[in-house]
């Protein structure tokens, strides 16, 4: 072998044994940018752009310029309300799923149903040749945001004739921490009214959440005429009675619950974690092995009706256009259609666990997320080991997949562990896999201003948008020989310098060597080798790397 040449630079493949590389394969490719088929050093991170108290594992940019910072893993997701000024952003993540919003919050997600039903007391003469009735009565509670719960269960029927009094005792609203029952909330009343099609609870009244009872009043009661307006006293609301044909629309939140949250009692696997946007409105999450969707434009409710469940607790879960994908401890799934009553949840033909919640990234049309073998793909009804061609499972295993956290940055999939960061890029064939020197704790992906923000210690910053760049560590496969020979002289053609050269002859360090200019140089000649390997780092481009026996074949 007279010398070696490589003018091109690509990634790593770690699953090819190093002599059996392609010639611009790498065994070691770290800070590297390749696509432009020479070598060079990816851009630094900016400087620290915001400070986050120490532990922060999450960040995100609300409203274009307010920081918000969580210890925990939190999924974050913005509201899909119309005509919202208010820029609600609902997150999963921390003890219970949380919303806040530009005046006020963060508030518990969902409205609870009262605890006890209402009770009902009928008063008063009826008016002469009145009609006997049966009424039952509900009530729902409304946050201080407009956001209705579910019903109370009703009050045992009691007979009504016209011309009488009914007064409606009306449950307590809860003190549970962090419920949102501030100025501004509410207390629906509904009654029944029967018609050709059957009973229904119908609007009849909404009064401020102190007020303690709610009085029908008869035509016979003294205070009939001077309410035509409803009064208030010592939290009583006193009105007119409300004929059935005058009652308001039918109750839109009788299958309505709150999300998964603390409460242990009703809800054994915890509360949900892994908030996400389908589309159409439709939100998602999940606790245990059960799949949770909200009401669509509703995503303080949650009917039950609308769960689903799967074989294996759920790790991840994430929207594509082909479906909500789902990772579990076992099989993965995708969950499709576009009204969450009636979503099928189909289990795909794949043996690949989620093995780390943070991993699974949404990348535009697929999903992918880390299994104990490698990057699983999903797209469609197919999941794919997308990294089999490159990794064993050992050398999957030695970067702690179980550890990693990734994002999606310009259709690369960069996930980070406590050391270093791989860099996988399905669409650029031998660019595909690489690392990176620099990790994260928490990362946040600003689509608007399309720029990666990572959490490094205390500090916020810009993924690549740095001054000057990363230190670049590439070394090349091993080229062979037939038989133990020595080079004499060798070439690092380079954009700027210094490079740092190394050769190494049958995996022994032969050379270190500062290069500072095109010019040849010599290499040392005490030795003979059959393997050979460089190895180049520094931060200028490198265009080509040359070792041959005389000046001449340096090409």
């Not at 611009?24 to 390749?34: D, E, G």
């Not at 009706?305 to 256009?321: F, N, R, W």
């Not at 037939?482 to 002289?489: A, C, D, K």
């Amino acid at each position: 072998m007279a010398g070696f040449n490589v003018s091109e630079f690509n990634g790593i493949g770690p699953k090819i044994a190093p002599r059996l590389l392609s010639k611009s394969v790498a065994q070691t490719a770290q800070n590297v940018r390749l696509d432009s088929g020479r070598l060079e050093a990816l851009s630094n991170a900016s400087a620290s752009v915001h400070t986050v108290a120490s532990g922060t594992n999450t960040v995100y940019l609300y409203s274009g310029d307010i920081w918000k910072s969580f210890a925990a893993q939190v999924d974050i997701v913005e509201g899909p309300i119309v005509n919202d000024v208010t820029e609600r952003v609902y997150y999963t993540g921390e003890t219970y799923p949380k919303i806040f919003r530009n005046d006020g919050g963060p508030y518990r997600l969902g409205v609870p149903a009262p605890t006890t039903p209402p009770t009902i007391a009928v008063t008063g003469t009826q008016s002469a040749g009145a009609l006997e009735e049966s009424r039952s009565y509900v009530v729902t509670f409304v946050s201080s945001w407009g956001e209705e719960g579910p019903p109370s269960s009703a009050t045992n029927p009691a007979t009504f004739l016209d011309g009488q009094t009914v007064t409606v005792n009306l449950p307590s609203i809860p003190t549970t921490a962090g419920l949102n029952f501030n100025s501004g909330a509410l207390k629906r009343i509904y009654r029944t009214n029967t018609g050709s099609s059957g009973t229904s609870y119908q609007f009849l009244a909404e009064v401020p959440y102190t007020t303690t009872s709610y009085v029908e009043l008869g035509t016979t009661n003294s205070s009939y005429a001077s309410t035509t307006t409803p009064t208030t006293a010592g939290g009583v609301v006193s009105a007119q009675a409300t004929t059935n044909a005058a009652l308001g629309e039918v109750i839109p939140s009788i299958s309505w619950m709150r999300p998964p949250d603390d409460d242990t009692a009703m809800f054994p696997t915890g509360a949900m974690q892994g908030l996400c946007s389908m589309g159409n409105g439709i939100m998602a999450g999940f606790t245990g092995k059960t799949l949770c969707f909200s009401v669509p434009y509703m995503p303080h409710a949650w009917p039950i009706g609308y769960q689903l469940a799967t074989e294996s607790d759920i790790v991840a879960i994430k929207p594509t256009s082909g479906g909500l994908v789902i990772g579990t401890k076992g099989k993965p799934y995708i969950a499709q259609g576009t009204d969450p009553a009636s979503i099928s949840l189909i289990q795909l033909e794949s043996d690949q666990a989620c093995v780390s919640k943070m991993s699974m990234v949404d990348m535009g049309g697929y999903v992918m997320y880390a299994s104990p073998d490698g990057l699983v793909a999903v797209e469609g009804s197919r999941a794919e080991l997308i990294t089999e061609p490159l990794l064993r499972r050992s050398q999957w295993q030695a970067y702690n997949p179980t550890t990693l956290k990734a994002m999606n940055y310009e259709g690369a999939y960069i996930a980070s562990n406590a050391s270093l960061s791989i860099m996988f890029d399905p669409r650029a064939g031998k660019n595909a896999l690489s690392t990176c020197s620099d990790t994260f704790v928490g990362a946040y992906n600003h689509l608007e201003s399309d720029t990666l923000y990572f959490v490094d210690g205390v500090s916020v910053k810009k993924f690549g948008q740095g001054a000057g760049y990363y230190t670049y560590t590439w070394k090349s496969k091993s080229f062979t020989s037939v038989y133990p020979q020595n080079f004499s002289w060798g070439r690092v053609d380079a954009d700027t310098y210094p490079i740092t050269f190394k050769l190494y002859g049958d995996s022994v360090l032969k050379l270190t060597y500062n290069v500072l200019n095109s010019e040849a140089f010599r290499l040392p000649s005490s030795y003979l080798a059959k393997e050979w390997e460089f190895e180049v780092s520094g931060t200028g481009a490198v265009n080509s790397v040359a070792i041959a026996d005389t000046v001449s074949e340096l090409v």
